[in-house]
């Protein structure tokens, strides 16, 4: 039972460089999320989607983007990396019809030098 | 204002007492409320969820909530050592179909 998978697990970048985060999800989830979380802080969400073909820009959602073909993949895109975007980034997702609850991925710790 | 404050940490307990999370939230769309706790380096894991005025326990846990005062909070009783982690307060809109997480309480709790 996978559940939520983040690949990579960790990345570096250089400045202007692109990349993708990728997240799948087995649980036949129709609602996920692209969370980041700076040292010490809580949860920001980046873009979240609540089924396939549908996004939608959460609380910081500049300099990156997403799309959702299915059900169980939903790709985060980083175009021209930048400092401010070294942090950790969790996907997570939640049942349609549920409560809100969360189930998240391992996170990917991304820096950018 | 933040939409979902915690009391500013760090708490520190010692060993088998009660620990006391807060979180204050704005926005009265949200219906459910969760905590997370999340382990250094680790990804948050849920351990409460609440959605109606009260209290509701699980094991050395309770959960309280009180809409009218936009109040949610976390009771911990006879805290272990391995209770020592960040606890992150949640807001779901079901309407928004979103979350929206305060930044977080980190507990110790001391031998």
């Known amino acids: 039972n996978a559940g939520v998978t983040q690949t990579p697990k960790f990345r570096i970048l250089k400045i202007g460089q692109s990349m993708t985060l990728q997240c799948t999800q087995d649980m036949n989830h129709n609602y996920m999320y692209w969370y980041r979380q700076d040292p010490g802080m809580g949860l920001k969400l980046i873009y979240y989607?609540?089924?396939?073909?549908?996004?939608d820009k959460g609380e910081v959602p500049n300099g990156y983007n997403v799309s959702r073909s299915t059900t169980e993949d939903f790709p985060l895109r980083l175009e021209l990396a930048a400092p401010s975007q070294t942090s950790v980034y969790f996907c997570a997702s939640s049942p349609r019809g549920g409560t809100g609850e969360l189930f998240f991925g391992e996170g990917s710790r991304l820096t950018v030098l | 204002q933040k939409e979902v404050e915690q009391n500013s940490g760090p708490l520190s307990v010692p060993e088998g007492a009660i620990a006391s999370l807060n979180c204050t939230y704005s926005d009265r769309g949200s219906q459910s409320f969760f905590w997370y706790r999340q382990y250094s380096g680790k990804s948050p894991e849920l351990i409460m969820s609440i959605y109606s005025n009260g209290d509701k326990e699980d094991g050395r846990f309770t959960a309280q909530l009180n809409k009218a005062s936009q109040y949610v909070s976390l009771l911990i009783r006879d805290s272990q050592p391995s209770d020592s982690a960040t606890y992150l307060c949640a807001a779901y809109n079901t309407n928004a179909g979103k979350s929206t997480f305060g930044d977080g309480t980190t507990l110790t709790v001391k031998p």
């Open positions: 989607s609540v089924g396939a073909g549908i996004t």
